[in-house]
Each structure stands twice: as C-alpha cells, then as structure tokens.
C-alpha cells in the first residue's frame, strides 16, 4: 500500500514562505515522478509542480514560477515545496501525487490526504 503524508502547511502573512513536505512509503519510489497540486475553494485542483525522482528534472505552473522550488531526498523518500513570497491567491489544499511512468502533467495513481495553505494579505 502507497501512503503520501504531506505537512508543513499553515496560516501566513503574504509575503512569507512555508515548506512543505511529503514522505513517501510503502513501496520504493526510486523511478517515480512526484508532483505537488492544488485546490483553492470553488476550483479544480491544478498542477503545481514536479520532480523526477531519478533524474531531477523539474517542472512549474507558471503562477508559480520563480517563487516556488521543488525538491527531493531520496534517502528519506521524501519531496519538498519551498514556497517563497506567498500570496493570498496561493491559498489552497496542497496535494502530494507519484506515479511510476508517464511525463509530469499527465494522471498521477497515487495521492496524499493534503495540507491546508493559508495566506493573508
């Protein structure tokens, strides 16, 4: 069984910045695509970013581009968001997905229950 535990979500001022982190486990993920999307209330949830575990290839939504870093430890099995001048319209449930094959933007199989990421102006 694949679990995706995300944290490192909060409440913060824009402006501010927030990590957020997704610990992978269940089963080794040492050629999987990790993505981080996003759910704003009343919208779809959208592609944020992602990291090829292997390679380290990394992709952006263009909102957030400049802003926000993807990154990845394979030791831990784990994937990171640093989120850098955050603004008010980031605010959203963020999401950790993996897949085994397939490029970035296309269906990711496997989903982690979300962090709330708040932000005030």
């Known amino acids: 069984q694949v679990q995706l535990v995300e944290s490192g979500g909060g409440f913060v001022q824009a402006g501010e910045s927030l990590r957020l982190s997704c610990a992978a486990s269940?089963?080794?993920?040492?050629?999987?695509?990790m993505g981080w999307f996003r759910q704003a209330p009343g919208k779809e949830r959208g592609f944020v970013a992602a990291?090829?575990?292997?390679?380290?290839?990394?992709y952006y939504a263009d909102s957030v581009k400049g802003r926000f870093t993807i990154s990845r430890d394979n030791a831990k099995n784990t994937v990171y968001l640093q989120m850098n001048s955050l603004k008010p319209e980031d605010t959203a449930i963020y999401y950790c997905a993996a897949k085994d094959r397939g490029g970035p933007y296309s269906p990711y199989p496997y989903w982690g229950q979300g962090t709330q990421v708040t932000v005030s102006s």
């Open positions: 990291i090829t575990w292997g390679g380290g290839s990394t």
């Open positions: 269940g089963r080794t993920f040492s050629s999987a695509t």
